[in-house]
């Protein structure tokens, strides 16, 4: 596969590549970022630093205990009370019936081409 052609310098390039059409301004940077460093070095030290205080407050919270109003509705004959508790069913485990003794996939498949071979072969007429 051929990389696109570049709009800018009308070459065919990768946009993961640098433009040729740019490589003398990419230099100029390079240069100058390199002179930047070794006349100012103080300024090649990150800008920021970690102090000791803490930015942030920790406020306690504040509670204040406000008394709770219980109101009695008391259960009528055609009302029944809800129950808290989820109720659980004791449900059948679904699938195939657990046995003694299960037979292996090998075995099960031994006895599959056995009972083929004995029995007569059946038609299928619609």
């Known amino acids: 596969m051929a990389a696109p052609k570049c709009i800018v310098c009308g070459t065919r390039h990768w946009s993961t590549q640098p433009c040729p059409a740019f490589a003398e ?3 100029e940077e390079r240069r100058l970022q390199l002179a930047r460093k070794l006349i100012h070095p103080e300024q090649a030290k990150p800008v920021t630093e970690n102090t000791l205080e ?3 407050k920790n406020i306690p919270a504040v509670t204040i205990n406000t ?3 219980v109101t009695k509705n008391p259960v009528t004959k055609n009302q029944t009370p809800i129950s808290v508790t989820p109720v659980t069913e004791n449900k059948r485990p679904r699938g195939r019936p657990k046995t003694l003794n299960p037979l292996s996939q090998a075995e099960r498949a031994r006895r599959y081409r056995q009972r083929l071979k004995t029995s007569p072969p059946q038609s299928h007429s619609p």
Request: hydrophobic share 55%; aromatic share 0%.
């Open 67 to 69: 008394p709770v109003t």
């Open 54 to 56: 803490t930015v942030t």
């Open 25 to 27: 301004v990419a230099a």
